[in-house]
């Protein structure tokens, strides 16, 4: 298997953004990570920048700060800022600050990383394509591309039972990431060499994880560049994709929350986003959409849908599936995987929601504490 040998061979070299970038990934400071070094926050400043080189005990030193492999910081993925489009959730809360948003791109960028790497050594065949639309040949614009999405997977008409797993067997791969302090749910890239990538907020309700795929998915197809017009295509796009209009049209005629919430599990989205497209779809008035919303403030629906409504969450299996393959096929351990990506065993598992790996997290007091924390 050529993969290791590939790794020692850039094991030499120095990728100086991977040290920014796992500072960022752990929330650190430059002047926190210099204290624990024991050198200038300027020279920290400049050995990330590539302007300073590193001695031997000052890279062990940096491993341990920065809990991670020396293999960590020989990925020689590039960089890459925030993607063409990020959900509109990040840019209505203004208040989220740099650092936080430069956490979440540093865990996206490691993933990319990651995969760039574990990917060379394997091969992912989609079971069906994932075309992409020019929208000034669609007439229907985002609503087209949506059908034609369904069409080109042959899809049976109504709900869509699992998303995610249709996006994964289009060759996406769909990552569960840590993005409730950024306030995002979701955002994709598509990069030269790799599958088109979608990053989901983990937390987020099955119910919104399925419109913020669909979403994300949309951008994929319809938007190669940005548009000024295309977060709102991108819930058009969702919202025909998940609620086909020839479908759901009837059940929408003069809805009321009972019947929303009698439609919600079977479509598996949300009840608000069955009143939007309601409304959309000219299914009831203006002064019943007004209502209708009016009414799910007073119950408190707008900020949380009731409990016994709740969707659960659809779980990625073509990342594990990943995992599984160098496991099985390739016959790595966990700690060579582990290695390979720079990373303890045990910060593995979370980063890619792995339910079948061994070394699990242990709660802090040192790395050596006995009782493993159970990961949800
Ligand atoms: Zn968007």
Excluded at 207 to 231: C, I, K, Q, S
Excluded at 318 to 332: I, M, N, R, T
Aim: charged share 25%; glycine share 6%; hydrophobic share 40%.
């Amino acid at each position: 298997m050529t993969l290791i040998s590939k790794m020692q061979a850039v094991e030499h070299d120095l990728n100086h953004e991977m040290i920014l970038l796992r500072r960022r990934m752990l929330g650190y400071t430059q002047a926190q990570v210099a204290d624990s070094l024991g050198v200038s926050q300027g020279f920290l400043s400049k050995l990330e920048q590539g302007l300073k080189e590193i001695d031997e005990p000052l890279l062990d030193k940096l491993c341990d700060v920065l809990k991670c492999r020396r293999s960590f910081f020989a990925h020689s993925e590039r960089i890459y800022g925030a993607p063409l489009s990020t959900h509109p959730m990040f840019r209505k809360h203004a208040s989220v600050g740099q650092k936080v948003l430069d956490k979440l791109l540093a865990d996206v960028n490691a993933r990319i990383a990651h995969f760039r790497l574990m990917l060379s050594g394997l091969e992912i065949q989609p079971d069906f394509p994932l075309p992409q639309y020019d929208l000034d040949d669609l007439p229907k614009g985002a609503v087209q591309a949506a059908q034609y999405v369904r069409r080109a997977w042959q899809l049976p008409d109504g709900p869509i039972p699992n998303l995610t797993v249709l996006c994964e067997r289009a060759g996406c791969l769909v990552f569960a990431c840590d993005m409730s302090e950024a306030k995002i749910d979701g955002i994709s890239y598509r990069i030269a060499g790799l599958p088109p990538l979608i990053f989901l907020n983990k937390d987020l309700p099955g119910d919104r994880w399925r419109f913020t795929l669909a979403h994300e998915l949309g951008h994929l197809v319809m938007h190669a560049y940005p548009n000024p017009d295309m977060e709102d295509q991108a819930n058009e796009f969702a919202s025909e994709l998940l609620m086909p209009e020839k479908d759901i049209g009837r059940d929408l005629r003069n809805i009321d929350l009972a019947r929303a919430g009698m439609l919600k599990p079977i479509w598996k989205v949300s009840m608000g986003a069955l009143l939007v497209r309601a409304k959309r779809l000219q299914k009831i008035t203006e002064g019943q959409s007004t209502y209708l919303w009016r009414t799910m403030s007073m119950l408190g629906y707008r900020t949380a849908e009731p409990v016994e409504l709740s969707i659960p969450r659809e779980r990625t299996t073509l990342v594990p599936s990943v995992f599984e393959h160098y496991k099985g096929q390739l016959e790595y351990n966990e700690e060579e995987i582990s290695e390979l990506l720079g990373l303890y065993p045990e910060d593995v598992p979370q980063l890619y929601e792995l339910t079948n790996w061994k070394h699990r997290l242990q709660l802090v007091e040192g790395r050596q504490a006995a009782k493993p924390l159970r990961l949800a």
